[in-house]
């Protein structure tokens, strides 16, 4: 009995003062959303409710509805999540940039650097399984353009608000 009660607290101690493993990687597929059309993404929990995006959208020219076979478009989602929330439901408040790589048949090729923030719903449980997003992401008028010939900084005139939906795998 002297032998038993030291053991049980020894159990009972270790056993409660394990911290929460959580699962790191989240791979998903975003329609709409911060690609643009659609973007495949790998996400990587730094903490609980801290993470980092990385997307790729490759849209070739033959998928272009305006008839324009020129120029095939690779983009390229980097964003930085911020998570409210405690179980499996939080709140997403992001911002990061959309690098759109322009390749040309006839010109050269261009790159344009757009500054995003999106706001969204998401379930997830840290134990890893089912991930699901759903928000509305903010594209801010103002471009830094690249290309062979000159860096042009510009802003445009319209904010651009796009919905986006995603689901994936929590691993």
């Known amino acids: 009995m002297k032998l038993f009660i030291p053991l049980l607290l020894f159990?009972?101690?270790?056993?409660?003062?394990q911290?929460?493993?959580y699962k790191k990687y989240i791979v998903y597929v975003e329609l709409l959303g911060a690609g643009d059309p659609y973007s495949l993404n790998v996400e990587y929990l730094i903490r609980p409710n801290?993470?980092?995006?990385?997307g790729g959208c490759w849209f070739p020219e033959k998928w272009r509805l305006d008839g324009v076979q020129e120029r095939t478009y690779l983009n390229l989602p980097l964003t930085y999540q911020y998570?409210?929330?405690?179980?499996?439901?939080?709140?997403?408040?992001?911002?990061?940039?959309?690098?759109?790589?322009?390749?040309?048949?006839?010109?050269?090729?261009?790159?344009?650097?757009?500054?995003q923030f999106a706001l969204a719903y998401?379930?997830?449980?840290?134990?890893g399984g089912l991930f699901f997003r759903s928000g509305l992401h903010l594209f801010v008028p103002v471009y830094l353009s690249i290309d062979r010939y000159e860096t042009l900084f510009y802003s445009g005139n319209h904010w651009r608000l796009?919905?986006?939906?995603?689901?994936g795998w929590q691993f």
């Open 11 to 17: 159990i009972t101690t270790t056993a409660c003062c």
């Open 19 to 21: 911290p929460l493993v």
């Open 50 to 54: 801290h993470s980092l995006r990385l």
């Open 83 to 115: 998570l409210i929330g405690k179980n499996n439901h939080k709140l997403e408040c992001s911002g990061g940039i959309l690098n759109t790589y322009t390749i040309y048949s006839k010109f050269p090729n261009h790159l344009q650097i757009t500054p």
């Open 122 to 127: 998401r379930f997830q449980k840290n134990t």
């Open 162 to 167: 796009w919905p986006g939906i995603a689901a």
